[in-house]
């Protein structure tokens, strides 16, 4: 039981993250198409704009996952 709780919580944190920082991911995947190579410049530029979800530090030290639960289902909710 006490795996699946730590995956389930790292699965949830995971996808909370990659939520959190769709537009990133976006602009960069484009970039890639049109570019097919980010350089060193470019790549520390979309770092540099990654946010980190709410909770993301109490789940890291303490392993807590309800706000992550809470976020994933406001947002599949609001997706609906």
Known sequence: D?????????HHMALKVLMCNR??????????????????EALTRYLSQVS????????LTEGHIEAAER????????AA
């Not at 006490?2 to 790292?10: C, F, N, R, S």
């Not at 537009?23 to 060193?40: G, P």
């Not at 976020?71 to 609001?78: G, I, M, P, V």
Request: aromatic share 4%; no cysteine; glycine share 4%.
């Open 52 to 59: 980190h979800p709410d909770g993301l530090q109490d789940w």
């Open 23 to 40: 537009e990133v991911l976006e602009s960069m995947a484009q970039n890639l198409l049109e570019k097919e190579v980010l350089e060193k």
């Open 2 to 10: 006490e795996i699946k709780i730590v995956v389930d919580g790292a």
């Open 71 to 78: 976020y994933l289902q406001d947002r599949l909710n609001a």
